[in-house]
């Protein structure tokens, strides 16, 4: 039975990182193990029940036109500043939908390995993280009694994002209407929209959602592609 839930998978960017490859194919199309990297995304949202997804496109939107063909609950929406813009333009784009219902927020350049891995959000917001041991340069959470009190970057010992959230209704409301006050300011343009995300975590309760880091992988380059590529093989023979 589908959930009174959305998705809203951001799938805008260029993917330059992936060198060659994504000169001619969006990164999220990108295969692992014979599937396109959204569609492990696509497909663990479907596991879990969410009602509609909404993919936001920018590079190469064209190539994801056979998506909404695919998976009837799916739908496609432009961003038209993914060039110019940081992702927050992303959300910008899908201000619409945003605060309409419960809502997943994804990154579409992930391998999720366990379709099932969606079912860990429960009755609050939460991003999904993993533990990292000593020091990370990367996106991190600083958590006291379960709460994120901090989305930033660097950190010891610490909660590391792997590119997926959950928002109830009202709180993500609340980051449309700041996503809206920050487009009317000066230097939007460079804002990640987790960002906007941190200055609101005073008036949110969003959790920590611990995953295993073998249950979502980001790939950002070429050699990452690989490594997953031949763990995956290895994994299915």
Known sequence: MKKQEIAIVMAAGLGSRMGALTEKMPKPLVQVGGVPLIETIIKGLERRGVGHIYIVTGYLCEQFGYLPEKY?????????????????????????????????????????????????AGASSCYFGKIV????PDWVFTVENGRIVRIGKGAENAYNMVGI?????????????EIVRAYQTKGHETLFWDEI???LLDKMDVRICEVPAESIHEVDTEAELRDLEFAVTVDQT
């Open 133 to 136: 041991s000593g020091y990370s």
């Open 197 to 199: 995300a941190d200055r």
């Open 165 to 177: 959230s959950y928002w109830k209704r009202e709180d993500a409301e609340l980051i449309r209407r």
């Open 72 to 120: 009837d609950n799916v739908s496609l929406i432009e961003n038209g500043e993914y060039r110019t813009k940081n992702n927050i333009s992303s959300l910008y784009a899908a201000g619409e939908v945003l605060g309409s219902a419960d809502c997943f927020i994804c990154e579409a350049d992930l391998y999720v390995a366990d379709a099932d891995i969606f079912q860990r």
